[in-house]
């Protein structure tokens, strides 16, 4: 007998606004059928001031509308401000914390975790030394294919831990210690007057023949379409994986998530749902190559083969 | 000030034998497959020429540094270990690691022999580096190329092992170990096949007008006019649309290579214990050139005198160089 699947809401990884946060949170508190929301910038330390005084409220608010909550640390550790706010976050008594950078380990071994997608968890054996550290809860990274997935699932049942993919989204796919944002502004990090703020699902860049192909996040690069796993919830299930990811986005996340539950609880076929996926207004295709072990950006339609 | 150890490409037996001749303290190497970030066509070693290979640089006095440097992905754990066995029968000086697991199997398995701890695992904080320490008994750490000089040395006081540190050759945008960008385009990837832009999906095609458009499978990475070096599409290293941008332009960096040659000096007072040369894909002339070069600034440093330092410019990617992160916050 296999536990229900879980669904997640990423920590936003756009720099939004305090406002645009909060309406966004207390609205997936109250109307979203997602277990987990993660909270926590992890990839600006220069944007948390905005927010930080509101975590207090909002995480009340998610728990009240039954959701757990868990703090995500920073993906790129550099300076000593930054430093000190890993070890401030593994302090944290109330909430777990989910660890983007090998940073926090240091601070957290024995005292259970989770381990992020932006750490590099490819492997059983990778898998079962953090757990043996105290991590609880891996979410893969990304560009992991469904072989692979398949083994680091098994794995995590026999070492009772549990795992998480991301099914909607644009995926991450690099970090740089420069930001990209400001460059495109012909300004540098330290100057960057918050322009990201500007690009609430990422800054596109396309080909000098106007193909689209990336997305800009600052210091992240994420793929500019939209990750749509729905066509394999079923067979992340049978694989054992128990927590879906979805990553934040402007567009409706609590018609998204709904539509996942909804998936997830067989009252549409996967045609049906990317149908109504799209009707959300993703405003890019979707790709599941990653899982094929194919191209990132590739869409392929299994129900479409004969 | 303490002698730093010059740490040289070596992406062929015979590469390895012309920066050995050329006064590496060490060579860093890698095998045939996956198990190595440099895993491209006709580069890297058999078992039979590492064996022959390790000699020789023994004799010469050169240490060697094996690269297990990616990240298996689950169910092919066994081929990173068969690289760390093999490393260590035929008496490697150390391993250069970035997967967890891998670190844990020769911590447990080959405790004789150092281990360093590849750029590949972005390690960026002394707690970072404290952590690989503290569990796998690492000696050494690549850093990443996102830190000042300053930082350096700050790090340099904070964490218990040896810091190496990147001083010419490609400057990768992204953090190292963190990309997956090739994957998203060609479906191989850099963290787990050691593969960055691989030539196999190279495509460049000249129109009418005489531009050559270089490809990477079915994106265009970049577009030369007539009178401009077509550069290789690595993928941060193209040129870009976006918006708030006024034309195409480098959205990440243009094609140019780090060489530090006159922070040199800085570097090695900051407590920098070896000095590493990128290059296993370039040529041996190459490898000739930029050691011999950074030989003699290294032993003139040491003996007192300013460094003479050869220009390396012709070497470099796009013949621009830059001094990356390295000399000022301004570079982020």
């Not at chain 1, 460059?183 to 080909?207: S, W, Y």
């Not at chain 2, 001083?167 to 990837?189: A, K, P």
């Not at chain 2, 460049?204 to 070096?229: M, V």
Request: aromatic fraction near 8%.
């Amino acid at each position: 007998m296999t536990t229900k699947m879980q669904l997640t809401i990423a920590p936003i990884l756009f720099h939004w606004s305090a406002k645009e946060k909060l309406d966004f949170y207390f609205r997936i508190a109250d109307e979203a059928p997602v277990d987990v929301v993660y909270l926590g910038e992890v990839i600006c330390s220069k944007r948390t001031p905005f927010f930080e005084k509101h975590y207090d409220e909002v995480a009340e608010r998610l728990k009240r509308g039954g959701k757990t909550v868990v703090f995500s640390t920073l993906a790129e550790v550099m300076l000593k401000r930054e430093r000190n706010m890993i070890a401030g976050f593994c302090e944290l008594e109330d909430y777990e914390i989910e660890v983007n950078d090998s940073s926090a380990l240091l601070h957290l071994s024995g005292k259970p975790f989770r381990i992020g997608s932006m750490m590099n968890v490819y492997n059983e054996d990778t898998m079962a030394y953090l757990a043996g550290l105290g991590a609880t809860h891996f979410s893969l990274p990304p560009e992991l294919p469904r072989n692979s997935i398949a083994i680091l699932a098994q794995h995590a049942g026999r070492l009772g831990v549990t795992t998480e993919v991301q099914v909607f989204g644009r995926a991450s796919l690099a970090l740089s210690a420069r930001c990209y944002h400001a460059r495109a502004h012909g300004r540098i990090k330290d100057n960057c007057q918050f322009v990201c703020e500007e690009d609430p699902d990422g800054m596109p860049l396309n080909t000098i023949d106007k193909q689209e192909f990336l997305t800009v996040n600052g210091i992240q690069t994420l793929s500019h379409s939209y990750i749509n796993l729905l066509g394999e919830l079923s067979n992340l299930e049978k694989l054992g994986v128990s927590h879906c990811r979805l990553v934040p986005h402007t567009q409706d996340m609590v018609a998204v998530a709904t539509l996942f539950r909804d998936t997830l609880d067989n009252k549409y076929s996967a045609r049906e749902a990317s149908e109504k996926l799209t009707a959300v207004g993703i405003p890019a295709p979707f790709s599941n190559g990653f899982w094929h072990g194919k191209p990132g950006h590739q869409w392929i339609d299994e129900s479409a083969r004969v | 000030m303490k002698r730093p150890e010059l740490v040289c490409p070596a992406g062929t037996p015979s590469a390895m034998r012309t920066a050995v001749d050329a006064g590496a303290d060490a060579v860093y190497c890698g095998f045939q497959n996956a198990t190595n970030a440099r895993n491209f066509p006709g580069l890297n070693f058999t078992v039979p020429e590492m064996e022959k290979s390790v000699a020789h640089a023994h004799a010469g006095n050169t240490k060697v540094l094996l690269a297990v440097n990616t990240f298996p992905p689950a169910g092919k754990v066994n081929l990173w270990k068969e690289a760390v066995d093999t490393g260590a029968r035929l008496g490697v000086d150390a391993f250069i690691v970035a997967d967890i697991g891998v670190a844990d199997y020769i911590a447990r398995t080959h405790p004789g022999i150092r281990l360093h701890l590849s750029v590949q695992a972005a390690a960026s904080t002394p707690e970072a580096i404290k952590f690989y320490c503290r569990q796998f008994n690492v000696k050494r750490v690549v850093l990443p190329r996102i830190l000042t000089i300053p930082e350096i040395r700050n790090m340099a006081d904070e964490i218990p092992c040896e810091i190496e540190t990147f001083i010419f050759g490609n400057h990768g945008l992204m953090v190292e170990g963190r990309c997956s960008l090739t994957n998203y385009i060609t479906g191989l990837s850099t963290n787990m096949d050691g593969v960055c832009s691989p030539a196999a999906q190279v495509q460049y095609i000249k129109d009418d007008a005489g531009n050559l458009s270089t490809k990477l499978g079915k994106f265009t990475i970049d577009c030369f006019s007539c009178d401009e070096n077509a550069g290789y599409p690595t993928i941060c290293k193209g040129r870009y649309l976006t918006p708030a941008h006024d034309g195409a332009y480098y959205a990440f960096e243009e094609p140019i290579s780090l060489n530090l040659s006159s922070l040199l000096p800085d570097l090695m007072a900051a407590g920098v214990s070896a000095l590493k040369i990128e290059g296993r894909q370039r040529s041996r002339s190459y490898v000739k050139t930029v050691v011999t070069a950074y030989r003699r600034a290294v032993d003139s440093i040491m003996a007192g005198k300013d460094p003479e330092i050869s220009d390396l410019l012709a070497l470099t990617e796009g013949q621009k160089e830059t001094q990356g992160a390295f000399k000022s916050k301004a570079w982020r």
